[in-house]
């Protein structure tokens, strides 16, 4: 089956967007569809990539870099691998912006309090970057601790939401 991507221009550089039946395979902050296909799972590889001006999905991606950082929240993403790791992808979806979790704490959300190491792994394995936001995932310790789209990236995602998410009561 034939997967679809599209490239726009944000002010930490090009993201583009893998998208196969209206869910985001992968993305990322890149302009080379080759950097995005070896983080799909292989049973969810497509056969065929075709490059297209725009998507949809590409106008939510836009506006949270404009400011609207609740934008992406509603996508719809399509990744695999074992139990934990889904788990925890779903669990990513909950760390609310503007108050990342350290790896710890990302841990016990997934009720495994002593899987830091699995936690931060389950990070490193997203393959829907934004979408599914592991950059809300920071080192024990308050470090900004890794990200495959670089730190200078993550600083600047985790400043975007926190200058645009209201202060809770």
Same mark, same amino acid.
């Given at each position: 089956?034939?997967?679809?991507?599209?490239?726009?221009?944000?002010?930490?550089?090009? @993201?583009?967007?893998?998208?196969?039946? &209206?869910?985001?395979?992968?993305?990322?902050?890149?302009?080379?569809?080759? &950097?995005?296909?070896?983080?799909?799972?292989?049973?969810? %590889?497509?056969?065929?990539?075709?490059?297209?001006? %725009?998507?949809?999905?590409?106008?939510?991606? &836009?506006?949270?870099?404009?400011?609207?950082?609740?934008?992406?929240?509603?996508?719809?993403?399509?990744? %695999?691998?074992?139990?934990?790791?889904?788990?925890?992808?779903?669990?990513?979806?909950?760390?609310?912006?503007? %108050?990342?979790?350290?790896?710890?704490? @990302?841990?016990?959300?997934?009720?495994?309090?002593?899987?830091?190491?699995?936690?931060?792994?389950?990070?490193?394995?997203?393959?829907?970057?934004?979408?599914?936001?592991?950059?809300?995932?920071?080192?024990?310790?308050?470090?900004?601790?890794? @990200?495959?789209?670089?730190?200078?990236?993550?600083?600047?995602?985790?400043?975007?939401?926190?200058?645009?998410?209201?202060?809770?009561?």
């Amino acid at each position: 089956m034939t997967a679809l991507h599209a490239t726009t221009g944000t002010p930490i550089g090009p @993201f583009t967007v893998l998208v196969q039946d &209206d869910a985001v395979l992968a993305s990322g902050w890149t302009a080379d569809i080759g &950097d995005l296909l070896p983080v799909v799972h292989r049973s969810l %590889r497509p056969a065929e990539v075709t490059a297209v001006d %725009r998507l949809p999905v590409l106008d939510l991606v &836009d506006a949270f870099h404009a400011g609207d950082v609740a934008a992406v929240e509603g996508v719809v993403v399509r990744q %695999r691998s074992g139990p934990f790791l889904q788990e925890a992808w779903d669990v990513l979806r909950t760390v609310p912006a503007g %108050r990342p979790d350290s790896y710890a704490e @990302f841990a016990a959300r997934c009720g495994r309090p002593a899987a830091v190491r699995a936690a931060a792994g389950a990070c490193a394995r997203n393959a829907a970057a934004l979408f599914v936001p592991c950059h809300r995932v920071l080192a024990t310790g308050g470090g900004l601790g890794g @990200f495959r789209w670089g730190t200078p990236v993550k600083r600047w995602l985790l400043d975007h939401e926190a200058a645009h998410t209201p202060v809770p009561a």
